[in-house]
DNA sequence: ACCTGAACACCGTTCAAGT
DNA sequence: ACCTGAACACCGTTCAAGT
């Protein structure tokens, strides 16, 4: 039983879990995902890449932890927050903003699927929210993924447009103006604006709102 | 006035934009978004990989185009069928096929911005659909988003955990009887059912009933 | 005009060998 | 035990040259 977690024998490790992920998300602020490679990864941490692979079995699996990490604190926010409402909505708040506190937070989470402590206690928490509201069970599973679907889905798009080369609202707005799309013109300020706050606390009210009249 | 449309002069092209994307749509199909890169496209149609880019200039235009293709058709969903929420159920439903439709769609669809006319068409019809129901414009725009918001995100999962390998039943149910998750252990069985038309309608009548409320 | 051939600058991952 | 060095099997993209 000390063979894991005996002391330091030979020279202390360059590389441990904790600190790799700490540089890969450094690094994925820095340049986004699309530049996160594992030999780039490496040679922020002066070693050759395949000494990752002792850490982390795939790239896939480092993604992962790093999505875990986001989660981090975010199941505390409905910590006695008002009725299920506000609690599901202080969730899913608290969700967005440790998903845009890192460039790319939401295509990281969006593409794994962690079962870590911090993923599977916010999801508690949401199950929890609406369990105690009264909802049924099955119910308040398919509200969780109701929530997270909205939140990471309004993130993405958020993250998207505001990154740089994102020519989105100039281009959307010449294909409208090109073609017959007499609603989207008619629409197009609320569809090009940037005020993504506006945006998602939108389709949350309308998420609860749909919640609370099917109780 | 000729030289883009004059008939074929040399020998026939051995490629063109339809047949690509029709082989492209093929490949995906049989082998999954991973599996497509451009030098196995260019196999598949006895060619090497550096002509594709006469007719797309990367790969991420190949993708926009196979998502716009993918949409072919949605936008005619929502043609006089009863109120604005049947409407809207039935352009919601409309896409959640048309994604289905093909291995890995809503990931092709997710990781596109197409502005071609199936794309923009579909996008005008649902703000039509709300603003004739009486939406002020922007609250259509919103409404928009996270109508494309959830059928992307719940179609995105549907075909994860359709996917061979995806062992995600198995592997939460493990993680939740591992840890303290009381309210996830009551509601696993939604959790974690394969029966993924519930789960959308849930979340398309949660949405209907929220933009109902809010009008 | 359309496609080939070959290169450029990368990837994730594996694994024998060194220390 | 931990990391190096080097390889394997690929990528997307570019572009001179052929036909």
């Given at each position: 039983?000390?063979?894991p977690?005996?002391?330091?024998?030979?020279?202390?490790?360059?590389?441990?879990?904790?600190r790799t992920?700490r540089?890969?998300?450094?690094?994925?602020?820095?340049s986004g995902?699309?530049?996160?490679t594992?030999?780039r990864?490496?040679?922020?941490m002066?070693?050759?890449a395949?000494?990752l692979y002792?850490?982390f079995?795939?790239k896939q699996?480092?993604?992962?932890?790093?999505?875990?990490?986001?989660?981090?604190?975010?199941a505390?926010a409905?910590?006695?927050?008002?009725?299920?409402?506000?609690?599901?909505?202080?969730?899913?708040?608290?969700?967005?903003?440790?998903?845009?506190?890192?460039?790319?937070?939401a295509?990281?989470?969006?593409?794994t699927?962690?079962?870590?402590?911090?993923?599977l206690g916010?999801a508690d928490?949401?199950?929890g929210?609406?369990?105690a509201?009264?909802?049924?069970d099955?119910?308040?599973?398919?509200a969780l993924?109701t929530t997270?679907n909205f939140t990471v889905?309004?993130t993405l798009?958020e993250?998207?447009?505001?990154?740089?080369?994102?020519s989105s609202?100039?281009?959307?707005?010449?294909?409208?103006a090109?073609?017959?799309?007499?609603?989207?013109?008619?629409s197009?300020p609320?569809?090009t604006?940037?005020d993504f706050?506006?945006?998602?606390?939108?389709?949350?009210?309308v998420?609860?709102?749909?919640?609370?009249a099917?109780r």
């Amino acid at each position: 039983m000390s063979s894991p977690a005996s002391p330091a024998r030979g020279r202390p490790p360059r590389l441990d879990r904790a600190r790799t992920l700490r540089t890969a998300l450094d690094l994925l602020d820095r340049s986004g995902l699309d530049a996160l490679t594992m030999r780039r990864l490496a040679d922020a941490m002066d070693v050759q890449a395949g000494a990752l692979y002792r850490y982390f079995a795939t790239k896939q699996d480092l993604l992962t932890a790093m999505a875990e990490r986001m989660m981090d604190g975010v199941a505390d926010a409905a910590a006695g927050s008002g009725d299920w409402s506000e609690q599901l909505a202080a969730l899913a708040r608290a969700m967005r903003t440790a998903l845009l506190a890192h460039r790319d937070g939401a295509r990281v989470f969006a593409g794994t699927h962690s079962t870590g402590e911090n993923t599977l206690g916010f999801a508690d928490a949401v199950v929890g929210v609406m369990r105690a509201a009264g909802f049924p069970d099955d119910d308040a599973a398919r509200a969780l993924h109701t929530t997270v679907n909205f939140t990471v889905g309004h993130t993405l798009e958020e993250q998207a447009a505001l990154q740089p080369g994102s020519s989105s609202p100039d281009v959307l707005a010449g294909a409208v103006a090109a073609g017959a799309y007499p609603h989207l013109a008619a629409s197009l300020p609320a569809l090009t604006s940037t005020d993504f706050t506006r945006h998602f606390e939108f389709g949350l009210a309308v998420l609860i709102a749909g919640l609370r009249a099917r109780r």
